[in-house]
């Protein structure tokens, strides 16, 4: 834990004093978004301290040209860079002629922020003793319409306490802004329009390289009392366009500010109508009103809330905890659009590009699967199979052949975009996520139909990755693959890493088997397929012999799969060993001694005892896990969840707690010194998955949904709701037992420990 300001509360975050240090850590905190777009808690009026400002259009970036020189051969041409957008919600104060800004006034105070994530808004309040002496009450409420998924709304209110005061508001857009991650500088935006009419105002513009083209809008009220301003029209720059209101207010009366804005982008739109299309969305708003809006709002959440929601009885901190994850995915994707997906930091930051990673298929995907209607998570499925002849494109520009697929590292339209060699050309287990996914998707679901529509396409692509990728060596007598990062890349360039092999073994092995189910249960699909894709017999007997042969590093002395080859040549030191001024050492050590070291950044073996539970006893589970654990760090997002899995899997639930805090805390905690970047976005699924997998015990199993439940002992008691197969099952456990009870109108048996049971409609029954 490297902070600990925000207050416990069940439903909320909550800030209360300002203090400017913590000002970019709350703006990604306290951020919104709608799925479709997002925004940093950043201030509405002008801010000269340290602040990172940050709007955000899903599926909208930037071909960054990678600063990598020409003899990497093969090397992406660029890193795809989420792109800060037009500021739509800009608002100039000036008080008796003085700018209001928080930085430069005498005195802040009763500063408070609330994010609610039960109605989702976000509001802000402060008292401000301007340079001229001046004293205001400030409160300002925004959200992003989840209904109308264009627009965003403030209400800015302003009250003068000590004396009248002639106060002007000019909300503006402003095209002329920069990223704060770029490699060479570019510009981004290309300005080519700028308009305004009363109260509206819009800025065309588009970005460099990829023509998204995008029109930022807004529309402004002003009252005072019950008096509405007219708008004075205000001189516009080539990047900047204002609306400016004024008068005076009397001491004790209230100025207040109705801001409404957002996008329209040619991603939905022809780009000779985006204007019009702002107009549209601004008139239906403005029938709306604020307050409608908001209500609206808060409906629309209530509705997520109902499926999504995890409640815990005992612990505030945890219970804020796995809130704000749900929170913080459902704002950043809905499964609205198969052409978007979920980036590392969402809507709230710009590190790692806001580019899509394994991590969607191995962490996200299981909870969409089963808080959402299932088109949300074949959506995510239909995702990579558009982008199938990109990976296919991708492995052939590295020398494989025959319609091998390498699917990318990081992505926004198929192709490769990420600029780290180690990661773009080693980090290949991201292929095997996929196809697990795929093997999830119809576990999970019960629906076959995603396999001979499109995944089987992109399983034979992904086999015969595997089968090229994997060498016989002659003094093995067995099929290697070499020079790989796995999941922990604090190793770069090892040999044979279990995870990786055990992986290609079993997405070969899969690939074959739906090959067979698919010509024996679809075979006008079948007969589609292997003419697209020339598949022949000769070509899977060439991939069962690499499955069947794969090579498996092992310790007999000590019972365990090793990492990787060299595993036990590392000087075996471990965590508990080092001092706590070492920690973490991806800030304090050389990478160069990182990559020597035993250290371990995330599961790694562990993630496959986690996605493969099944093929291992629990005592082979518990000698990795108390071999490999001790030497992990957890430097990386995703591994808290997937150790606290484990450990509740072996019954140590003390360490399976502390597991779970830290990965629902991370961000709220700031765990990593680095939550002003932005959130953890995909990680939240782990957490999750850490109640739902971990203490609930929910597994499939023999096409049968079961329960192993345990509790926290800091807990009274936890619930959740799964929507398996278009059936909604609540989970209750306390300590007095679990109860369940299920949705709908037919019966449905579940395991729980082991032992059948059947639930009825309407009634709960008690274990």
């Known amino acids: 834990m490297n902070q600990d300001y925000i207050q416990p509360n069940p439903w909320s ?102 994010l609610n994530m039960q109605e989702g808004w976000y509001k802000r309040s402060f008292k401000a003793l301007l340079a001229n002496d001046v004293e205001v009450d400030v409160m300002v409420t925004r959200f992003l319409s989840l209904d109308l998924d264009e627009l965003g709304a403030i209400k800015y209110d302003i009250k003068p306490l000590n004396k009248d005061a002639d106060i002007e508001c000019i909300p503006y857009l402003d095209s002329g802004i920069t990223n704060e991650d770029s490699n060479w500088d570019d510009k981004f935006w290309n300005t080519t329009g700028i308009a305004s009419k009363k109260s509206r105002a819009f800025i065309e513009a588009h970005t460099m390289k990829t023509n998204f083209a995008t029109c930022t809008f807004m529309q402004a009220n002003v009252t005072v009392g019950e008096r509405a301003l007219e708008p004075e029209p205000l001189e516009q720059t080539e990047t900047f366009v204002g609306v400016k209101f004024q008068s005076t207010v009397k001491g004790g009366e209230t100025i207040s500010l109705v801001k409404l804005g957002g996008y329209t982008v040619s991603r939905n739109h022809p780009a000779e109508r985006l204007v019009a299309e702002a107009n549209t969305v601004l008139d239906k708003a403005s029938k709306l009103g604020f307050e409608r809006l908001l209500e609206d709002q808060k409906k629309a959440w209530a509705a997520i809330w109902e499926m999504s ?42 590190k790692y590009g806001g580019s899509t990673y394994w991590d969607t298929e191995a962490y996200c995907l299981p909870f969409y699967m089963a808080t959402k209607d299932q088109t949300v998570a074949w959506s995510l499925l239909e995702y990579r199979f558009n982008h199938l002849e990109k990976a296919i494109e991708n492995a052939q520009k590295l020398g494989f052949t025959n319609g091998a697929a390498l699917y990318p590292m990081v992505t926004m339209n198929g192709e ?93 092995e899969y690939a074959l088997e739906q090959l067979v189910k698919v010509k024996e249960g679809y075979p006008v699909d079948y007969d589609r397929i292997i003419a697209h894709t020339k598949l022949t ?64 950044k995330q599961a790694d073996v562990l ?74 976005i995909t990680s939240m699924a782990g957490t999750w998955m850490s109640i739902v997998e971990g203490f609930g015990g929910m597994r499939v199993a023999d096409d049968k949904l079961c329960f192993t439940p345990q509790i926290p002992k800091q807990w009274k008691s936890y619930s959740f709701k799964i929507n398996f197969r278009n059936r909604i099952i609540k989970v209750t456990v306390s300590t007095k037992g679990t109860s369940f009870e299920l949705g709908g109108s037919e019966e449905m048996s579940i395991r729980v420990n082991g032992e059948r049971v059947v639930l009825q409609p309407g009634k709960r029954v008690d274990i």
């Not at 995890?310 to 804020?320: F, L, N, P, S």
């Not at 050309?425 to 576990?443: D, S």
Request: negative net charge; glycine residues 8%; hydrophobic residues 35%.
């Open 13 to 114: 975050l909550i800030e209360e004093g300002f203090d400017s240090e913590r000002i970019k850590s709350s703006e990604s905190l306290f951020s919104i978004g709608n799925g479709a777009m997002g925004q940093r808690a950043n201030f509405e009026e002008d801010y000269t301290g340290g602040t990172f400002q940050g709007s955000y259009i899903a599926g909208v970036y930037y071909p960054d040209k990678t600063r990598v020189g020409w003899w990497k051969n093969g090397y992406p041409e660029y890193f795809a860079k989420v792109l800060n957008a037009p500021n739509w919600i800009g608002i100039r104060i000036r008080i008796d002629g003085e700018t209001l800004d928080l930085n430069s006034c005498k005195k802040v105070s009763a500063f408070k922020r609330e």
């Open 309 to 350: 929601d995890i409640t815990i009885e005992g612990d505030v901190k945890a219970q804020q905890g796995i809130r704000f994850n749900i929170f913080q995915l459902n704002q950043t994707y809905l499964g609205k659009d198969s052409r978007l997906n979920i980036g590392p930091k969402g809507f709230t930051g710009e």
């Open 416 to 508: 490769e975009c990420h600029n780290e060699w180690e990661i773009t050309f080693e980090e290949i287990h991201r292929n095997g996520a996929i196809a697990f996914a795929i093997y999830n998707y119809y576990r999970f679901t019960g629906d076959y139909s995603y396999i001979p529509e499109m995944g089987l396409e992109v399983l034979i692509g992904i086999a015969r990755f595997w089968h090229q990728r994997a060498n016989l060596s002659s003094k093995k007598k067995k099929y290697v693959i070499l020079g790989v990062t796995g999941p922990n890349e604090y190793e770069n360039n090892v040999n044979n890493n279990w995870y990786t092999n055990y992986l290609a073994k079993w997405c070969i």
């Open 537 to 600: 017999d000769a070509e899977t007997e060439l991939w069962g012999e690499v499955a069947s042969n794969m090579f498996f590093p092992y310790s007999k002395k000590l019972e365990v799969f090793l990492q990787q080859d060299g595993f036990l040549d590392k000087e075996l030191i471990k965590v508990n060993d080092l001092s706590k001024t070492e920690r973490p050492i991806n800030q304090k050590w050389s990478w160069d001694r990182i990559l020597r070291s035993p250290y371990i």
């Open 607 to 680: 993630q496959g005892f986690y996605l493969f539970e099944d093929h291992f006893t629990v005592d082979e589970l518990e000698k990795h896990f108390d071999f490999y654990e001790p030497f992990t760090v957890h430097e990386s997002s995703l591994s808290p969840c997937v150790h606290s899995i484990q450990a509740a899997k072996l019954g140590r639930m003390d360490q399976a707690y502390t597991f779970y805090l830290r990965t629902s805390r991370l961000d709220l905690d700031d765990y990593n010194k680095e939550v002003e970047e932005g959130l953890h």
